[in-house]
C-alpha cells in the first residue's frame, strides 16, 4: 500500500490516477477534492462573466464612438450641400454669362463673314485697303491700270488676282504663267506655298454654322470658286514647273500633308488624284536625260515625228569622233548636248547676275556657268579645227562645213549651237585669212552672211525662228541663245531698279517687270518642255562633254601659220 501511495516502481500511483479518473468519480474517491471543484467551476463562470460585461460595454462604447462619427460627417455633408448649392449658382450664372459672349463673337464673326462678301463683290478699282502710309508691303492694296490690269501689288495682292476666276479668263490670260515664271525674283516657293495655303483659309466659312441660310449659302459658293482657283494653281504649278518640286522636298511633303487632311476630306478627291500623279511624275523624272525616251510630267512635249535612225551603223558608233561625223549627224547630237545643259538651267538663275563672273557663277549658277561654258569650248573647237589644216583648199572645205553645220543647227533650231559656230566663223583669226575665203563657194558664203545677219538682225534668243515656232510648230523642240537671253533680263533689271524711287521696305512688285522678264524666260521654260526624238551617240556626247577651250595665243599661232602677215 506505502508502495503504490509513493508511486514506487513498476507501478502508477494512487494519485495519478485518481487525476486521470472521470470528473464524475473522483468526488465519491476524495470528498476534498470535490469540494475543491466546486470552487474552480464558480471562479471561472465568474472569470466568464466579467470578460461577456467587458466585451459588452466595449461594443457599446465603439458604437457610440461610429454614431458620433456619423452624426459629424452628417455636419460636415450638410455643409457641403449648401456650398455645391451655392457653386452651382455661380456656375449657372457664369454659363448664362459666356453663352451670351459665345453669341456676341458668333454675331461678329457673321458681320465680318457679311463684310468679305460685300468686299468680295467690289471692283478692283474701290479703294477698300489700309493706308497707302503703311509700311508693310502686304497691307497695301494692288495698282490697276485703266484696262483692269494689276500694275504693282505685294505677293499676297498677286496671289488674290490669281484666286479671281474673272481676271484670270478674262482680263490678263497669261498672268499665271508670267508669275510662276517670275516669282523667283522675290519670293522662294515656300513663302508662295504659304501664302496660297494662308488664301485658302481666308475663304474657309464652313466654321460659320449659324450664318442665315441665303447668306451662308453665297459664302461657299464664293469660297468654292477661290478654293478651285487654288487647286488649278496647284495642279498648273506640279505640271508645268516640275524643278521648283524636283528642289524642294520638304514642299511636296507640305503638298501631301494639304491633300490629305484639307482637299480630300473636303471633296476634291479627283484633283487629288491629279496633283498625285503630277508628283509622281516630278518626283519619277529626276533620274531622266533628254536623249531617252521620255516624258517629263504631262507637261512635257516630244515632236510628233519618227525617230530618225542615225547616219552611221551602231557598229560604228564605238569608234565615231566629231572630226569624221557627218554634218546632219553632228548637228543632231550637239542639239541634244545643248539641250541637256538648257533643262538643268533653273529659273532662279537667270535673275541672278552671277552669270556675268565666271567664278560667282559656277557657285551661285552653276548649270548657266555650263551652258555658257560648253558654247565657248565649242567655238573653240570648231575656230582650232579651221586654222590647225596647213592646205588652203582643204581649210576652205573645212570653212564650208562648218557654214553648213551652223545651217544644219538653225533648221534644227538649236539657235545656241548655231551661235556658237557662228562665232568661229566670225573670229578675226579665221576671217583675216583672206586667201582661204576666196576658195569658199560663194553660195555656201551667202548661205553664212544671211545666218549672220539673221541673228544680228533679231536679238531675240531664237534668231527670229519665235514667231514661227509659234504658229506651225508649236511642239517642235529648240535651243535658244542663252547670252542673248541673260543680257536682255540683265538690261530689264537694271532700268527697274534705276527707275524704282521706293525704299525696299515700301516696295511693292512690278508687274511690268515681271511681264518684261517672262517675255524671256519662256523661251528657255518652253524649250526645256519640249524634247528632241533623236537617237543619241554615247561616243560623240561623251566627246563633246571632255572638249577643252583652246588658249587663245595657241590659235593665234595657228592663225599666222595659215597666212603670214605681209
Given at each position: 500500500m ?9 507501478a502508477v500511483g494512487?494519485l495519478?490516477l ?11 474517491l476524495?470528498p476534498?477534492?470535490?469540494a475543491?471543484?466546486?470552487?474552480v ?7 466568464a462573466?466579467q470578460?461577456r460585461?467587458a ?6 462604447e465603439?458604437?457610440r464612438?461610429?454614431?458620433a ?15 455645391l ?9 457664369y454659363t448664362v454669362?459666356?453663352e451670351?459672349k459665345r453669341q ?18 467690289l ?5 477698300l485697303?489700309?493706308?497707302e502710309?503703311?509700311t508693310?508691303?502686304?497691307?497695301r ?5 485703266m484696262h ?6 505685294s505677293?499676297w ?6 484666286t ?6 478674262q ?25 496660297l495655303i494662308k488664301?485658302?483659309r481666308?475663304?474657309d ?14 459664302l461657299?459658293r464664293?469660297?468654292?470658286?477661290t ?5 488649278d ?12 518640286w524636283?528642289l524642294?522636298a520638304?514642299?511636296?511633303?507640305k503638298?501631301i500633308?494639304f491633300?490629305?487632311?484639307v482637299?480630300i ?7 487629288v ?5 503630277n508628283l509622281i511624275?516630278?518626283l519619277g ?9 521620255m ?7 516630244i515632236?510628233?515625228s519618227?525617230?530618225p ?10 569608234k565615231?569622233s566629231?572630226?569624221?561625223l557627218?554634218l546632219?549627224?553632228?548637228a ?8 541637256s545643259?538648257?533643262c538643268k ?7 541672278s ?6 567664278k560667282?557663277a559656277?557657285?551661285m549658277?552653276p ?6 561654258d560648253f558654247?565657248?569650248r565649242?567655238t573653240?573647237?570648231?575656230t582650232?579645227r ?16 562648218t ?5 544644219h543647227s ?5 539657235v ?10 566670225v573670229?578675226?583669226?579665221v ?10 563657194d ?23 525662228m519665235?514667231?514661227e ?27 527697274e ?5 521706293e525704299?525696299?521696305?515700301?516696295l511693292?512688285l512690278?508687274c ?8 524671256q524666260?519662256v523661251?528657255?521654260y ?14 560623240i ?6 572638249l577643252?577651250?583652246?588658249p ?7 592663225s ?7
Amino acid at each position: 500500500m506505502d508502495n503504490i501511495r509513493s508511486g514506487g516502481t513498476g507501478a502508477v500511483g494512487f494519485l495519478g490516477l485518481i487525476e486521470e479518473m472521470p470528473t464524475t468519480l473522483q468526488p465519491i474517491l476524495d470528498p476534498s477534492l470535490r469540494a475543491r471543484t466546486v470552487k474552480v467551476e464558480e471562479k471561472k463562470q465568474e472569470v466568464a462573466l466579467q470578460e461577456r460585461v467587458a466585451i459588452e460595454m466595449a461594443y457599446e462604447e465603439r458604437q457610440r464612438e461610429a454614431l458620433a462619427k456619423y452624426e459629424k460627417a452628417l455636419d460636415k455633408l450638410s455643409i457641403k450641400e449648401s456650398e455645391l448649392a451655392a457653386l452651382g449658382k455661380e456656375i449657372n450664372q457664369y454659363t448664362v454669362d459666356i453663352e451670351a459672349k459665345r453669341q456676341l463673337l458668333q454675331d461678329i464673326a457673321d458681320a465680318k463673314a457679311s463684310m468679305q462678301l460685300l468686299i468680295s463683290e467690289l471692283t478692283p478699282y474701290v479703294d477698300l485697303s489700309p493706308s497707302e502710309s503703311s509700311t508693310d508691303p502686304a497691307a497695301r492694296k494692288g495698282e490697276y491700270d485703266m484696262h483692269g490690269l494689276i500694275v504693282r501689288g505685294s505677293l499676297w495682292n498677286l496671289i488674290e488676282v490669281l484666286t479671281d476666276e474673272k481676271y484670270c479668263t478674262q482680263v490678263d490670260k497669261s498672268f499665271r504663267q508670267t508669275f510662276f515664271l517670275t516669282y523667283h525674283l522675290h519670293s522662294p516657293p515656300h513663302t508662295v506655298y504659304e501664302t496660297l495655303i494662308k488664301r485658302w483659309r481666308s475663304r474657309d466659312f464652313t466654321q460659320h454654322a449659324s450664318l442665315a441660310k441665303g447668306l451662308k449659302k453665297e459664302l461657299e459658293r464664293q469660297a468654292h470658286l477661290t478654293h478651285k482657283c487654288i487647286v488649278d494653281l496647284f495642279l498648273y504649278w506640279t505640271d508645268f514647273f516640275i524643278q521648283d518640286w524636283q528642289l524642294e522636298a520638304a514642299l511636296v511633303s507640305k503638298l501631301i500633308e494639304f491633300m490629305n487632311t484639307v482637299l480630300i476630306p473636303q471633296g476634291w478627291k479627283k484633283e487629288v488624284e491629279e496633283l498625285r500623279k503630277n508628283l509622281i511624275s516630278c518626283l519619277g523624272s529626276l533620274a531622266l536625260l533628254p536623249s531617252q525616251k521620255m516624258v517629263i510630267g504631262s507637261s512635257a512635249k516630244i515632236s510628233r515625228s519618227k525617230i530618225p535612225s542615225p547616219l552611221l551603223p551602231e557598229s560604228e558608233e564605238k569608234k565615231a569622233s566629231l572630226e569624221t561625223l557627218s554634218l546632219v549627224e553632228l548637228a543632231r547630237q550637239l542639239a541634244l548636248h545643248f539641250h541637256s545643259l538648257l533643262c538643268k538651267v533653273t529659273l532662279p538663275e537667270l535673275y541672278s547676275a552671277t552669270w556675268k563672273s565666271p567664278k560667282e557663277a559656277a557657285k551661285m549658277a552653276p548649270n548657266i556657268h555650263r551652258f555658257l561654258d560648253f558654247s565657248e569650248r565649242f567655238t573653240s573647237f570648231c575656230t582650232r579645227r579651221i586654222l590647225k589644216e596647213e592646205d588652203t583648199e582643204k581649210r576652205a572645205r573645212l570653212i564650208e562645213g562648218t557654214i553648213l553645220l551652223a545651217s544644219h543647227s538653225v533648221e534644227s533650231h538649236n539657235v545656241a549651237g548655231a551661235a556658237a559656230i557662228l562665232k568661229s566663223l566670225v573670229n578675226p583669226m579665221v576671217r583675216r585669212l583672206d586667201q582661204t575665203w576666196t576658195e569658199v563657194d560663194p553660195k555656201i558664203q551667202q548661205r553664212f552672211q544671211d545666218l549672220a545677219l539673221r541673228q544680228n538682225s533679231a536679238d531675240d534668243g531664237m534668231m527670229g525662228m519665235d514667231m514661227e515656232l509659234k504658229s506651225s510648230c508649236t511642239s517642235s523642240p529648240g535651243v535658244p541663245n542663252l547670252e542673248v537671253i541673260l543680257r536682255h533680263i540683265d538690261t530689264i533689271l537694271s532700268e527697274e531698279r534705276s527707275n524704282s524711287t521706293e525704299t525696299h521696305e515700301n516696295l511693292l512688285l512690278s508687274c511690268t517687270l515681271l511681264r518684261k522678264l517672262s517675255s524671256q524666260a519662256v523661251l528657255v521654260y518652253v524649250h526645256q518642255r519640249n524634247f528632241y526624238r533623236l537617237h543619241s551617240v554615247p561616243t560623240i556626247q561623251a566627246q563633246l562633254s571632255s572638249l577643252k577651250a583652246v588658249p587663245l595665243d595657241q590659235l593665234q599661232e595657228l592663225s599666222l601659220r595659215c597666212q603670214p602677215p605681209f
